[in-house]
């Protein structure tokens, strides 16, 4: 299968990085190469593009799809190591960044990876296959407390105990080794009647999986933190996320790096010395619009928030 993905709020991210032709930029999140693609079409034969992936085959995918340019490079690993990347690039500083922090739809439509609860395949959800934990050991080797857990804090799922409990009881029989029978199992834990409305049921425990599994919540704000130390002076971080539990961290990071003062009310002068080190480009997030939803209805839930070191 090849590796396919549509970039989503692409020409709202490449504007608001404001690209300087020389500059050195950064995708953590490569996947198809979208948006490095109109990246690197921008910088001169100065500029520079380092290009992040876990997942190796985005990364073989993204080197064909930028083949004409020479100042790219590919690296594998996950971008909550941006600093120890750029050292290891040579790289001192960068004049901005991407992190689209959605599930490549290659990774969704390719069955074998078990990323999607429409379709049966193994339990694996792992966005770098070279890792070795994976869907399959959260579900068969959690307990059943640490399985209510992520699912209402990873996926606000409401059933979390009913759920967690219909697992426990079915893998005392034996191991649940694919996604429908995952699904099976979530169904059973539903009422029928709410079932029948709005998303599809497993979607919930299945992001909340899909989160334990790559860890993608725990060093999120560590991460952006790194990137905007990884700024230079001018240097924009773009990032789109795509559930509340993301956007909150990526609010509530951009919002501390704007240094509002921490002194009490009643204090005559401020004495807390804390200062801004960024702005907001976006006050509010960008939302994706009505014509992209229309021919790529994964772009729905896509909020883009970008902020300036100063």
Do not use: W
């Not at 770098?128 to 579900?139: M, N, Q």
């Not at 951009?254 to 006050?283: E, H, M, N, Y």
């Amino acid at each position: 299968m090849e590796f396919s993905h549509v970039s989503v709020l692409l020409k709202e991210t490449i504007d608001s990085l404001n690209i300087k032709p020389d500059g050195i930029y950064a995708d953590g999140t490569l996947g198809g190469g979208g948006h490095s693609f109109e990246i690197a079409s921008k910088l001169s034969q100065k500029g520079r593009l380092i290009g992040i992936d876990r997942d190796t085959e985005a990364l073989e995918a993204a080197a064909k799809r930028l083949s004409q340019f020479e100042n790219v490079s590919y690296v594998h690993d996950n971008f909550s190591n941006i600093k120890e990347i750029l050292q290891n690039e040579g790289v001192d500083a960068i004049d901005g960044a991407v992190i689209d922090l959605g599930v490549s739809s290659y990774q969704l439509d390719f069955t074998e990876r078990g990323f999607s609860y429409m379709e049966d395949a193994p339990l694996d959800m792992r966005m770098d296959r070279t890792a070795k934990f994976s869907a399959y050991d959260v579900v068969n080797t959690y307990s059943e407390e640490e399985l209510v857990r992520i699912f209402f804090e990873y996926g606000e799922e409401r059933f979390s105990k009913k759920i967690a409990s219909i697992i426990c009881e079915q893998r005392n029989k034996r191991n649940i080794e694919t996604t429908l029978e995952l699904v099976d199992i979530i169904k059973r834990a539903i009422p029928e009647k709410l079932r029948q409305k709005g998303s599809h049921p497993a979607k919930r425990v299945f992001q909340a999986i899909r989160i334990e599994v790559n860890s993608e919540l725990e060093p999120l704000k560590k991460s952006l933190n790194d990137f905007f130390d990884c700024l230079a002076p001018g240097g924009r971080l773009a990032v789109i996320s795509f559930h509340s539990l993301e956007d909150r961290i990526v609010k509530k990071t951009f919002q501390s790096f704007l240094g509002a003062c921490t002194c009490p009310k009643d204090f005559p002068i401020c004495v807390c010395g804390k200062k801004a080190r960024g702005k907001l480009i976006t006050t509010k997030p960008v939302l994706p619009s009505e014509e992209e939803i229309a021919y790529n209805k994964r772009s729905k839930s896509a909020k883009l928030r970008v902020c300036e070191k100063l």
